[in-house]
Antibody, heavy 118, light 106 residues
């Protein structure tokens, strides 16, 4: 069965970076895009970006351009999201999800809570 | 960015009721509209894509429709497990923005 297993919760200081992993199983990793979506407590989900594991092409929401980097390790069927220059506004649950170029996100990871506090 | 305006923001209904949630786009997005259901502490669940196409495994009581820039999610006969927050999302432009959500209480 398709599963996306994310890394555990993180606590970071303002100005630091965080890297969240998303390990895929149950399907051919390179056949689907991986999207990243975050959701601050009590807020609306926010789409961050997309990566094509077949070749590594990425697209980012303008809000996160220059601050987020999406990568994959196809040998490990794992996607990564790195977000830099963290502030308290980045405190949120970060989700990876499987989809196509359009965000028809049919399988999601369990989410990773990133807390940013001094 | 394309703005998505959902209504109502909250809704209380009874089992068996017909429920309708509306989402309006700030500009034309053709049929590039997705609906999700989210329960507390869980990831969103894909219900409808392309405004009207039912995702595999989603009960047929869920349906979607479009009229211009207005989109509707309908639950034909509400079931107890349908509680949660419903979001629309536009998949027309790269910001892929979400609506503000509708909290559905049974």
């Amino acid at each position: 069965q398709v599963q996306l297993e994310q890394s555990g919760a993180e606590v970071k200081r303002p100005g630091a970076s965080v890297k969240v992993s998303c390990k895929a199983s149950g399907y051919t990793f390179t056949y689907y895009y991986i999207h990243w979506v975050r959701q601050a407590p009590g807020e609306v989900p926010e789409w961050m970006g997309i990566i094509n594991p077949n070749g590594g092409d990425t697209k980012y929401a303008q809000k996160f351009q220059g601050r987020v980097t999406l990568t994959t390790d196809t040998a490990a069927s794992t996607a990564y999201m790195e977000l830099g220059s963290l502030s308290s506004d980045d405190t949120a649950v970060y989700f990876c999800a499987r989809g196509e170029l359009l965000p028809h996100l049919d399988y999601w990871g369990q989410g990773t809570l990133v807390s940013v506090s001094s | 960015d394309i703005q998505m305006t959902q209504s109502p923001s909250s809704l209380s209904a009874s089992v068996g009721d017909r429920v309708t949630i509306t989402c309006r786009a700030s500009q034309s997005i053709s049929s590039y509209l997705i609906w999700y259901q989210q329960k507390p502490g869980k990831a969103p669940k894909l219900l409808i894509y392309g405004a009207t196409s039912l995702q595999d495994g989603v009960p047929s009581r869920f349906s979607g429709s479009r009229s211009g820039t207005d989109f509707t999610l309908t639950i034909s006969s509400l079931q107890p497990e349908d509680f949660g927050t419903y979001y629309c999302q536009q998949s027309y432009s790269l910001s892929y923005t979400f609506g503000q959500g509708t909290n559905l209480e049974i």
